[in-house]
């Protein structure tokens, strides 16, 4: 096999589901997703963020001790959970999957507001570049990294409202892997266009 052999693996460890997730992940996640989303929603009294600040803490300390390596911890690796269980991931969740690409189904909250809440210009690539790295892993695509990512910004994204995302695989040249995407609203209102390279990895690239 050579390095540019279509099934040889780049050098970053092989990330594969978590099939023994614990059973209240999905609700500590959900839990640090409402903290984030109070957080930039509310104004309260010293005292309380005070508190607030010691209950973190105190979270921090529990989980401090319990690291693993790269691709052992469940979070980032639940398929059935929102954001795949992971607190920075939007709450989405795929769908439908093979040949014809990934759909993937879920909404925005207050913490990704930008601005007159709208989602933040910054959060939509962040998806993006997740669904893109969905679409080469169900095509079984060995390892690759995002060369490029443009999104086209042509409606408001609303926060707390159901959206729809697809991507596919539009070309396939050596190690270049070009993707499409789409998000829409409920009523079908286009509101992003994406559309990226994610190339390859040689098995000497991390």
């Known amino acids: ?17 978590a099939d023994d997730a614990p059973p209240d992940l999905g609700r500590f996640v959900a839990a640090m997703r409402r903290l984030q989303d109070l957080t930039v929603c509310t104004d309260p009294d010293p005292a309380t963020w005070a508190a607030l600040a010691e209950h973190v803490e105190r ?8 690291q693993v390596p790269e691709g052992r911890a469940p979070a980032g690796r639940v398929v059935e ?18 040949p014809d690409g990934v759909t993937m189904t879920g909404h925005f909250t207050r913490a990704h507001v930008g601005g007159n809440n709208a989602v933040h210009g910054g959060m939509i690539p962040l ?10 892993s169900t095509a079984e695509i060995p390892p690759t990294r995002t060369g490029y990512l443009h999104v086209d910004y042509r409606s408001v994204t609303p926060i707390d ?16 892997v070009f993707i499409d995407a789409t998000m829409t609203a409920a009523d079908g209102t286009l509101l992003t266009e994406a559309n990226g390279l994610m190339v390859r990895l040689l098995p000497h690239q991390p």
Not at 81 to 98: E, I, K, M, T
Not at 127 to 136: I, K, P, S, T
């Open 1 to 17: 096999m050579t390095d540019t052999d279509s099934h040889a693996r780049g050098g970053f460890p092989e990330i594969t589901p």
């Open 161 to 176: 409202e159901p959206l729809t995302a697809h991507g596919r695989i539009t070309g396939v040249d050596g190690r270049k």
């Open 81 to 98: 959970l929102p954001g795949l269980g992971h607190p920075l991931l939007p709450p989405w969740n795929v769908g439908d999957s093979g």
């Open 127 to 136: 998806f993006y570049d997740w669904l893109f790295g969905m679409v080469v």
């Open 59 to 66: 979270a921090c300390a529990l989980l401090d001790g319990h």
